[in-house]
């Protein structure tokens, strides 16, 4: 049985420059090239389910849901 986890976005976690933020969001904390991100709406339910994948290394999928207010 696979091990599966799905974080709940905050944004208290990024008390620093865009920039890095940016860098935090956008490249793979494994290899740093830009990461795949996919989308899935629930608008009935009001989050966003997204899944991240580095495609080049092989990094995740991480899965977070956003909540849509």
């Known amino acids: 049985m696979s091990k599966r986890s ?3 976005e ?14 935090q969001i956008e490249r793979c904390p494994k290899c ?5 991100f996919t ?5 009935e339910n009001m989050y966003l389910h997204e899944e991240v ?3 080049k290394c ?3 999928p991480v899965e977070t849901l956003h909540i849509l207010n």
């Open 32 to 36: 740093g090239e830009k990461v795949e």
């Open 6 to 8: 799905v974080d709940v």
């Open 10 to 23: 905050s944004h208290e976690k990024y008390f620093i420059s865009v920039d890095e933020v940016r860098q």
């Open 39 to 43: 989308h899935l709406s629930d608008h």
């Open 58 to 60: 092989g990094f995740g």
């Open 53 to 55: 994948q580095c495609k």
